[in-house]
């Protein structure tokens, strides 16, 4: 299917820009112009709206707001997402920071919370944990909480299974894999 042609005003890239951020915290500056106009233009076709006013007038309407709201962002957010992602701030992690927070608490309540926002599927905070179980040998006498949010619903329910293909298997070694997997 040929997407329709649709034109992207400074009125409509400001309104919609100020939606966005209001709704999500997502920041589309200028440089995004083409990437917000190309989801805007998916969205609108979706839903048959002739121009980009006319879909704003559409999502802002009480009757479809919350729903039609949380399709464009869903659509609008980025989706890539791999375990161990950016490896050198993995092992920074590893070699510094989960360190330095096992000597702060050395004597008192020994807990660990790492939040993930926008976590896509589940692999960001899945590693954030298995580094944590990789360098506290006493974990389980720890009290370790990892969150991932996302506005993406489904992904969200990809994360919650915890269960990934072989080939979403890509940033893991070999250990990681036997070990958890």
Not at 47 to 62: F, P, R
Request: aromatic fraction near 12%; charge should be negative; include cysteine.
């Amino acid at each position: 299917m040929k997407l329709k042609h649709y034109t992207l005003t400074e009125e409509d890239f400001e309104r919609f820009r100020q939606l966005i951020n209001q709704a999500s915290g997502i920041f589309f500056d200028r440089g995004k112009w083409d990437i917000l106009r190309l989801g805007l233009s998916e969205r609108a076709l979706a839903v048959g709206a002739d121009t980009l006013s006319e879909y704003y007038e559409y999502i802002t309407t009480d009757d479809y707001r919350e729903e039609e709201l949380r399709h464009l962002l869903e659509h609008l957010s980025v989706q890539e997402t791999q375990f161990f992602r950016n490896l050198p701030q993995f092992d920074a992690l590893r070699k510094f920071v989960i360190p330095e927070i096992t000597r702060r608490k050395a004597g008192s309540y020994r807990n660990i919370r790492f939040w993930s926002a926008g976590c896509s599927t589940g692999q960001e905070p899945y590693s954030l944990a298995m580094s944590l179980l990789d360098v506290l040998p006493d974990a389980r006498s720890w009290d370790i909480r990892v969150m991932g949010t996302d506005l993406n619903e489904q992904a969200l329910d990809t994360a919650r299974q915890g269960w990934y293909p072989e080939r979403k298997l890509t940033g893991m070694d070999r250990k990681h894999i036997e070990q958890y997997m």
